[in-house]
């Protein structure tokens, strides 16, 4: 963690130690009882054992996140993502670890490259059985500004690639007589956030794109459902927009007291993914603390 990172991970931290200032009972001196995934008892799912799966913005925050724990149910990963570095680093961890995972280095704004990209992933890790679609970025942006590139931009970096993955793995899919298709949401677009309108609506279209997906793909047992992540607090959210004023009002409208860690959105992942989901089709699932 550089200098910036780690002040801004004190400055977080002392806020959320004024916020819940709650004890654990199994970890007397944390005052935030359950955001670590080792003090979880985690669930595993035998159905994700060897499964491929793919993973659309894998190299950091929530979709790093998801890698990791699909690698640990004994999954084979891969993941696709434009962070070179962070990408091939995650790669590298997991595979030495004994993990089956690949990274694939992509702009998924690139329909053309992102097809090529499902096919090589596929050829490399066997027929993809489950597409987390993932990668996104919510950068702000005032309504009054936004030109009509910028538009198809953020459409474009948000929304037009959950449809291109599914188009690609869905073939393979049907051939293998089903599979599990996780799209992320987002809260933005559930409450009343303004300033970032183009990503919202973007994000609102993912639950028509689900429900869909969900109609058309359903009859070959290939589930389509929306993961809403409330607000996560990944490094980027912590650098960019999670000041202690903005976090203290946010979980003052949650229905619980701690933040929302990317681990909690993973497990449910997991869940929709695994055959224990295996009725669960065309829905969204909130992980937001009840927020909305
Ligand atoms: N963090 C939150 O509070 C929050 C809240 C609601 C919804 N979500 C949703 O969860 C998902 C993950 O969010 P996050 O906070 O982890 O985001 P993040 O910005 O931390 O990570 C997104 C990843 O996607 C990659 N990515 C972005 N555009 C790409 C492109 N064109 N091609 C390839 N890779 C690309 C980035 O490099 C990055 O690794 C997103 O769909 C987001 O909308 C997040």
């Known amino acids: 963690m550089h200098k910036k990172s780690r002040a801004i991970h004190r400055l977080w931290q ?77 790669e590298r961890e997991l595979q030495n670890q004994g993990h089956s995972a690949k990274f694939i280095l992509c702009d998924l704004k690139d329909a053309e490259a992102l097809k090529t990209v499902t096919a090589n ?35 474009a970096t948000n929304m037009r690639h959950f449809f291109f993955a599914i188009q690609a793995v869905a073939p393979g ?46 009859r070959h047992r290939i589930r389509v459902n929306t993961v809403v992540p409330g607000w996560v607090m990944t490094e980027r959210q912590k650098q960019l927009w999670a000041t202690p004023e903005a976090l203290k009002h946010h979980l003052q409208r949650q229905c619980l007291p701690d933040p929302v860690q990317p681990v909690h959105v993973a497990r449910l992942v997991l869940f929709l993914a695994s055959d224990d989901a295996a009725m669960c089709t065309a829905h969204n699932y909130m992980v937001e603390a009840g927020a909305i």
């Open 14 to 90: 002392n806020t959320l130690n004024s916020i819940a200032p709650r004890k654990s009972a199994r970890h007397p001196t944390s005052p935030l009882p359950i955001v670590q995934r080792d003090a979880m008892s985690l669930g595993t799912y035998p159905s994700l054992n060897g499964r491929v799966v793919m993973v659309t913005g894998g190299a950091s925050g929530i979709g790093e996140e998801i890698v990791r724990s699909f690698a640990a149910q004994g999954a084979r990963v891969g993941f696709v993502d434009l962070e070179a570095f962070r990408g091939e680093r995650l």
């Open 121 to 155: 992933l596929a050829e490399a890790l066997g027929p993809v059985g489950v597409l987390v679609n993932n990668a996104a970025n919510d950068d702000r942006h005032d309504w009054a500004d936004v030109t009509p590139a910028y538009f198809d931009e953020r459409v």
């Open 173 to 218: 899919m049907i051939s293998a007589g089903g599979g599990s298709i996780i799209n992320l949401g987002s809260i933005s677009s559930w409450q009343d956030a303004g300033d970032l309108p183009v990503y919202a609506a973007a994000k609102a279209a993912i639950h028509g794109l689900t429900r869909s997906f969900a109609r058309k793909l359903g």
